[in-house]
């Protein structure tokens, strides 16, 4: 017997299979590319008060497969806090 209150629910999944799929750039497009995602993964660690002042990039090709970015970046940065500060006179 089964009622409107019975706490139970089907939850329907389909899984399908698959497939790798190799997509081949040029050597220019792989260094575009690996670029912008190390860029990105870099301005995620900084946060929005840091701003990159100076950046070199260098590429590592591994296995004539892999091409590796590394970006070395100035980041100029805030990092002092506001505080009011009063003075009361006394001796010097």
């Not at 799929?21 to 050597?27: F, G, Q």
């Not at 091409?67 to 990092?79: D, Q």
């Amino acid at each position: 017997i089964i009622s409107k209150n019975f706490p139970v629910r089907i939850i329907k999944e389909v899984y399908y299979e698959t497939k790798p799929k190799t997509i081949v750039l040029s050597k220019e497009e792989a260094k575009n590319i690996a670029f912008e995602k190390a860029l990105k993964e870099l301005e995620k660690v900084l946060g929005p008060q840091s701003k990159i002042v100076n950046k070199k990039e260098s590429y590592v090709i591994i296995q004539d497969k892999i091409l590796r970015a590394n970006i070395t970046a100035e980041v100029l940065e805030e990092i002092g806090m506001k505080e009011k500060i009063s003075y009361i006179g006394g001796e010097h």
